[in-house]
């Protein structure tokens, strides 16, 4: 088995820039007609190539070695709720990969953690995802394994279930946030940084929504249009406004809730939110805008074009209603899971590879998915574990059906957006940050802040548990829990 993954963080950007010389294909020469993401048709077999392609990006000098599904950023894949899809991933990378549908109720045994639900996807070789996703909704998917360097090259996609809405609007915008890390040269920086892993994440250099510096994408005017926000950033939380229109917030992490009017969202990394909004008259604009910054700034900007569609006055149609399993309160356990620092932060020596019997050797840091260095701990335990030469226990076991209520304490000065596998939880209560209650898959927990999720643990399997700013995940900050 191949082990690049260790010698791209150690080469760091000149290794990248050396492959760079090689390309000679550019997507970029193209004018863009618009900035929206391509859909990729659902087939039989839908192919999603990972693979390095050139991406211009901004006003750099030079392409930057990006690595997509495909050869555009972001595809957009639309399923529907209940019927199957089939998505082959054909692995065209030097190193091997995974696709995680994140925040999909899938079987275990497409949940695309590699070395807990499957084996790794080796270079040239390919795997097909085949599952029904049960909910509507706005999902995006990505790899789970150096995911500091995968996502942060850009290797993410988006997963549209359709089948909730009850009225159909006129346009449905994807907007996708990633920052990226890189140099003016389109070299890439270091993902994964000690100061910013020990810290909130280091942050991309470049902002971009879909590809693109602040683009500008045309909508039809007075239409009633649902736009679908994706944060695929590693590390950066944003405080989303929308100006130059009123915005209801139809659907969090992709699902319905009580249409309410959208002053601004803290949408941390993975996490999703739909807005419904009335566009306005034949050249007016609509712009997104993140008010985390010191100074605001505009991340995207709507068009409104052609003739007026709609008349009446906006009142946005909620979505139907999810259908989860309701968790039970009262007979629920509570758990409660503590995150922090590590108290020191322990770099692992180099743990034994195993040899297999024909004589490929799987590295058993690589199989961790994690770092050689630990600074984070979910509940006091770090992934991986001291001195364990395997898969550290489950955090937390659960019986099929049973509720189950967690409260997350933050004990440190970060953010941390802590996300489960395989289930939708109820964000029940948080402590600093106010929201409805809502159905999730990520939840944003504050400096000091405690926060209570539920849900009926009825997905058998083992399922991972873990911050989703990726160098915390990368150095720690991640667990797994079984429902059996
Ligand atoms: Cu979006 Cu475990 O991941
Ligand atoms: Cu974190």
């Known amino acids: 088995m191949a082990h690049t993954r260790r010698a791209i963080l150690a080469a760091g950007g000149a290794m ?75 692995n065209d990378l030097q190193e091997h990969t995974s696709i995680h549908w994140h925040g999909v109720r899938v079987p275990n045994a497409m949940d695309g953690v590699p070395f807990v639900t499957q084996m790794p996807v080796l270079p040239r070789e390919q795997f097909t995802y085949r599952f029904a996703p049960p909910d509507p909704g706005t999902f995006f998917f990505h790899p789970h394994c150096n995911t500091v360097a995968q996502l942060g090259r850009g290797l993410a996609g988006v997963l549209v279930v359709e089948g909730d809405e009850q009225e159909p609007f006129d346009d449905d915008v994807v907007l996708v946030l990633k920052d990226w890390r890189v140099a003016k040269n389109g070299s890439f920086l270091p993902f994964l940084t000690v100061e910013g892993a020990a810290r909130s994440g280091s942050f991309g250099t470049l902002r971009t929504v879909n590809g693109k510096v602040a683009p500008r994408i045309a909508v039809p005017a007075g239409a009633n249009i649902r736009v679908r926000l994706v944060n695929a950033d590693s590390t950066r939380v944003g405080d989303l406004g929308i100006g130059g229109a009123m915005a209801s917030v139809i659907a969090i992490d992709g699902n319905a809730i009580a249409p309410f009017a959208l002053e601004t969202w803290r ?65 629920a356990r ?36 994690a770092t050689p260095r630990t600074l984070w701990a979910v509940d006091g335990k770090t992934w991986p574990q001291a001195g364990h030469q395997q898969m550290p226990p489950p955090i937390l076991s659960f019986t099929r059906g049973e509720s189950v209520r967690i409260e997350f304490l933050n004990t440190t000065p970060h953010v941390h957006p802590m996300h489960l596998h395989g289930h939708t939880f109820k964000v029940i209560s948080s402590s600093r940050l106010t929201r409805p209650v809502h159905w999730a898959d990520t939840v944003l927990v504050m400096p000091n802040e405690r926060v209570q999720i539920a849900f009926v643990a009825d997905n058998p399997g083992n399922w991972m548990l873990h911050c989703h700013i990726i160098e915390h995940q990368d150095t720690g900050m991640m667990a797994w829990f079984r429902v059996t």
């Open 267 to 331: 949408l941390g990394p993975a996490m999703r939110l739909d807005l419904a909004l009335r566009t306005p008259d034949d050249g007016g604009e609509i712009t997104l805008t993140d008010y985390f910054a010191p100074e605001p700034i505009t991340l995207a900007t709507l068009v409104a074009q052609g003739q007026q569609r709609r008349a009446n006055s906006f009142a946005p149609a909620p979505l139907k209603v999810p259908n989860f399993p309701e968790p039970d309160l009262a007979s």
């Open 334 to 369: 509570n758990h409660q899971l503590r995150l922090s620092a590590t108290a020191v932060a322990s770099a692992y020596p180099e743990l034994a590879p195993i040899v297999l019997p024909d004589g490929r050797k799987i590295d058993m840091m690589d199989a961790f998915c």
């Open 16 to 90: 990248l820039a050396s492959s760079l010389l090689g390309c000679s294909r550019s997507s970029t020469s193209a004018p863009a007609v618009s900035d929206r993401l391509r859909e990729i048709p659902l087939g039989p077999e839908t192919r999603l190539a990972a693979a390095e392609q050139p991406l211009m990006l901004g006003d750099n000098e030079a392409p930057t070695p990006a690595w997509l599904y495909g050869d555009s950023p972001f595809p957009v894949l639309r399923a529907r709720a209940g019927e199957e899809m089939r998505a082959a991933l054909v």
